[in-house]
């Protein structure tokens, strides 16, 4: 959808006079409103990626620690926080990591830096989140003999 541009018009009058002392034009770039949603719960994505039960609790307990640009800093500190949160080895917390970048769900941006797909997540305005979409080049679903392949890429648009 793309955005909405008009034009702002505004006059000043003398008023004693009744002419126009001064007159500004306004170019107005208004983005269109959020679009509508479906709440997609954690389970559900989980099952739909084929990944262990236990990836859900801890992408919750993940999602938790999102910052404003879709990313998780992710040390061994926080493994730990999240482990004794939901109960969980921090082993597991390391194998999901895996699970969900191999399934798109988060993509590796550094050490211990991931960037969860804004596609599927999203935390703040909605014009910084279209932006955080536009660095997502590339979503391929391949389905071959059954299976479902993706592929999602990250990379920096330039501006």
């Known amino acids: 959808m793309a955005k909405i541009t008009y034009v702002e018009k505004k006059t000043t009058v003398d008023r004693s006079t009744g002419e126009e002392t001064n007159t500004e034009l306004t170019e107005v770039h208004k983005l269109p409103d959020e679009p509508p949603f479906v709440k997609l719960y954690l389970e559900d994505l989980i099952k739909l990626n084929d990944l262990p039960k236990s990836s859900s609790k801890v992408l919750y307990g993940l999602v938790k620690h999102l ?12 493994k730990r926080i999240v482990a004794r949160e939901i109960g969980l ?37 909605w014009t910084d989140i279209r932006k955080l979409r536009s660095k997502y080049l590339e979503l391929r679903v391949t389905y071959r003999d059954g299976k479902k392949e993706m592929h999602c890429s990250v990379s920096e648009v330039d501006s």
């Open 67 to 78: 910052n404003y640009n879709s990313e998780l800093i992710i040390n061994a500190a926080l």
């Open 89 to 125: 080895e921090v082993q597991s917390i390391s194998n999901a990591l895996t699970g969900f970048v191999k399934k798109n769900i988060m993509t590796r941006i550094d050490t211990g830096i991931y960037m969860l797909n804004p596609e599927l997540f999203a935390k703040g305005a």
